[in-house]
């Protein structure tokens, strides 16, 4: 639920605060008074398109804040992208829009992407205009708001149906690349296999080109390296002569002068003279066996250059070196396995095919019969409101049809039919009114006029209202081209939706506004030739007044305020008497479980006294 917003310089509004409660909220206000930009701010907290033209002449930024009584689901969100809900449990988003069109989004005092607020509007908040009404006319839009209505029963079967039309499309893909190009594959293949046949018959192996570099700069630099070694090692260990002493025999010296000295200050320089006598005589033993293994052969060292030009060959065709050409080798491997084209692998391919698509069928056609039971369903409970809203003779038919394969597309074979295999299934939906009795049904697009299509969107949403998550419900001016009777139905439906959901409407129809739980004006003012609007909430006996002046300015008139206060009692009464009604049909629901409470407790206090049990209290 939105408990609060606050807009500063947006549009005509300079700065204003909307305190929000459960029910039914209506916002009204004079023509150019600013109401659009109250929806204009909610949808920027849904992460809807900023645009610089929206902030206030003179301003540098409009500011856009909201506290939401925060859902688990808006939780989740909050703790994942690392926000805080504030102490009492409620979460504050935010949305800023520079006069040079900059925008930032804010979530529990984070800076966030733009798209996590509208992960949170999905949650929380749905906007209702008179561009839904446009969309309302796609079939897209429509299947979707089917689906929405059918809950579980489509979505189970649509999501194995995606996940198996995933796997069934790259099947039929592979097959028709198998065959279609199977020359062009076929040479790949021979390719593969050629360099595959050179690279083993070379036999790299990890790390060895950089190994033989190093070993052949050995065995080309043997007599220089032998010269350093075999001095290194007469430094330690003394010529063989022996006309000299070596490191070794001197330091040894060292140790016998100084442990023989008796002084025991001297004494104690004996072990560490030790220790470097041991690292010398290591040193000396190594530098032995260096030269031991120093290969100055030059038949070896031919060996070497004619391995390295081996690895040259390949590396110059397949990679840098040769944990590269290695690499070349295993992903060839892969690559050949999937380029098969005997008979018997098109097969194969062609068989798993049509088990996926037998087993595509089969979740489409559980697809397909849960929306048409969805569909009977949101039909009858459409054309039960607009009976309520002055349409009473109008019917809504929700029709559910294969869509017939086309030109293009996947093609799936569904029931005997070829069907167009969509990603949301192989089903066309389609919204027809009959407008009166007798009339032929149309779509919406060509049998709704503006007034009728605003109603139908209206019943729809109180038909969805007990399937739809979303906690607060927006409606811009959902009553245009509506008056008389129908605007009153309008208004008493919004409060049964109400009942339900929290109902934000700016509305221009005093039979409207006259159900609100509260009511919200905006008012502008004019000054230093700039216009500037607020927004306050009225208090009870200011109602009226706003409503004699919705009826045609009439708010200074005795008349005017008579029908006002008409209006205000009338509805009224209305939500009272529909209220009652609710709290009648759940009361069955309620009964039944406080008789099979009774029940259960009776039957537990019958046990416990076969048991033994003495009865409690």
């Known amino acids: 639920m939105l408990a609060e917003m606050r807009i500063q310089g947006l549009g005509v509004i300079d700065d204003a605060t909307l305190e929000l409660d459960p029910g039914l909220t209506v916002l009204?206000?004079?023509?150019?008074?600013?109401?659009?930009?109250?929806?204009?701010?909610?949808?920027?907290?849904?992460?809807?398109?900023?645009?610089?033209?929206?902030?206030?002449?003179?301003?540098?930024?409009?500011?856009?804040?909201?506290?939401?009584?925060a859902s688990p689901g808006a939780v989740e969100l909050a703790e994942e992208v690392g926000a805080e809900p504030d102490e009492d449990g409620t979460l504050i988003a935010a949305r800023t829009v520079s006069a040079d069109g900059r925008s930032r989004a804010h979530l529990g005092g984070r800076s966030v992407p733009v798209g996590v607020l509208g992960r949170l509007a999905e949650a929380q908040l749905a906007v209702h205009g008179q561009n839904d009404q446009l969309r309302l006319l796609r079939s897209s839009d429509q299947r979707a708001l089917l689906d929405r209505f059918a809950g579980g029963p489509v979505a189970v079967p649509l999501a194995e149906y995606r996940r198996v039309r995933g796997e069934w499309l790259t099947v039929v893909a592979e097959l028709a690349e198998r065959r279609g190009n199977a020359r062009r594959l076929a040479q790949e293949a021979d390719m593969l296999r050629h360099g595959l046949v050179e690279i083993e018959s070379v036999d790299p192996q990890p790390g060895e080109d950089?190994?033989?570099?190093?070993?052949?700069?050995?065995m080309a630099e043997a007599d220089d390296l032998r010269a350093a070694a075999e001095s290194a090692r007469a430094a330690l260990s003394g010529p063989d002569d022996g006309e000299a002493p070596g490191a070794v025999d001197l330091v040894g010296q060292a140790r016998s002068l100084v442990e023989g000295s008796g002084d025991p200050a001297l004494q104690?320089?004996?072990?560490?003279?030790?220790?470097?006598?041991?690292?010398?005589?290591?040193?000396?033993?190594?530098?032995?066996?260096?030269?031991?293994?120093?290969?100055?052969?030059?038949?070896?060292?031919?060996?070497?250059?004619?391995?390295?030009?081996?690895?040259?060959?390949?590396?110059r065709k397949y990679a840098a070196?040769?944990?590269g050409v290695l690499e070349w080798a295993r992903t060839a491997r892969e690559r050949l396995s999937g380029l098969d084209t005997s008979d018997d692998a098109l097969a194969a391919l062609a068989a798993r095919r049509d088990e996926l698509a037998a087993e595509l069928a089969g979740h489409a056609a559980a697809v397909t019969a849960a929306r048409t039971e969805a569909a009977g369903r949101l039909a009858e409970a459409?054309?039960?409101?607009?009976?309520?809203?002055?349409?009473?003779?109008?019917?809504?038919?929700?029709?559910v049809a294969p869509r017939p394969a086309g030109d293009s597309g996947p093609v799936l074979v569904v029931d005997g039919r070829e069907c167009h295999a969509g990603s949301?299934?192989?089903?066309?939906?389609?919204?027809?009114?009959?407008?009166?009795?007798?009339?032929?049904?149309?779509?919406?697009?060509?049998?709704?006029?503006?007034?009728?299509?605003?109603?139908?969107m209206l019943a729809l949403e109180v038909a969805l209202a007990g399937a739809d998550p979303v906690p607060t419900m927006?409606?811009?001016?959902?009553?245009?081209?509506?008056?008389?009777?129908?605007?009153?139905?309008?208004?008493?439906?919004?409060?049964?939706?109400?009942?339900?959901?929290?109902?934000?409407?700016?509305?221009?129809?005093?039979?409207?506004?006259?159900?609100?739980?509260?009511?919200?004006?905006?008012?502008?003012?004019?000054?230093s030739g700039v216009t500037r609007s607020s927004v306050r909430r009225l208090a009870e006996p200011e109602r009226a007044a706003e409503l004699a002046r919705?009826?045609?300015?009439?708010?200074?008139?005795?008349?005017?305020?008579?029908?006002?206060?008409?209006?205000?009692?009338?509805?009224?009464?209305?939500?009272?008497?529909?209220?009652?009604?609710?709290?009648?049909?759940?009361?069955?629901a309620d009964l039944a479980e406080a008789r099979s409470r009774r029940t259960g407790a009776a039957t537990t206090t019958a046990r416990a006294r076969r048991r033994g049990v003495p009865r409690a209290g």
């Open 382 to 399: 459409t054309t039960a409101e607009l009976a309520g809203l002055a349409m009473r003779d109008a019917r809504l038919q929700v029709g």
């Open 550 to 588: 919705m009826l045609a300015g009439m708010d200074d008139t005795d008349t005017g305020r008579a029908h006002a206060e008409e209006l205000l009692a009338a509805a009224t009464a209305h939500r009272e008497a529909d209220r009652r009604e609710q709290l009648a049909a759940a009361e069955p």
């Open 321 to 323: 070196d040769t944990d």
């Open 28 to 69: 009204t206000g004079e023509t150019g008074a600013g109401k659009t930009m109250v929806v204009t701010g909610l949808n920027l907290l849904g992460g809807g398109r900023a645009e610089s033209s929206r902030v206030s002449s003179g301003a540098r930024r409009a500011v856009v804040e909201g506290r939401f009584a």
């Open 474 to 527: 927006v409606f811009d001016e959902v009553d245009a081209g509506v008056g008389g009777r129908a605007a009153v139905e309008i208004g008493r439906r919004l409060a049964r939706l109400a009942a339900r959901h929290q109902v934000i409407v700016v509305t221009h129809l005093p039979q409207v506004a006259a159900y609100a739980d509260r009511h919200l004006v905006v008012q502008k003012s004019s000054g």
């Open 268 to 315: 104690e320089l004996g072990p560490r003279l030790a220790e470097a006598l041991a690292v010398l005589a290591d040193t000396g033993a190594e530098l032995s066996g260096y030269l031991d293994r120093l290969d100055a052969d030059p038949e070896r060292l031919e060996q070497v250059l004619a391995r390295q030009a081996e690895l040259r060959s390949l590396t």
């Open 210 to 218: 950089r190994e033989l570099v190093e070993l052949a700069r050995r």
């Open 424 to 456: 949301a299934g192989v089903d066309e939906i389609e919204i027809r009114l009959v407008a009166h009795a007798g009339a032929a049904p149309q779509p919406l697009h060509k049998g709704a006029s503006g007034g009728e299509l605003s109603r139908v």
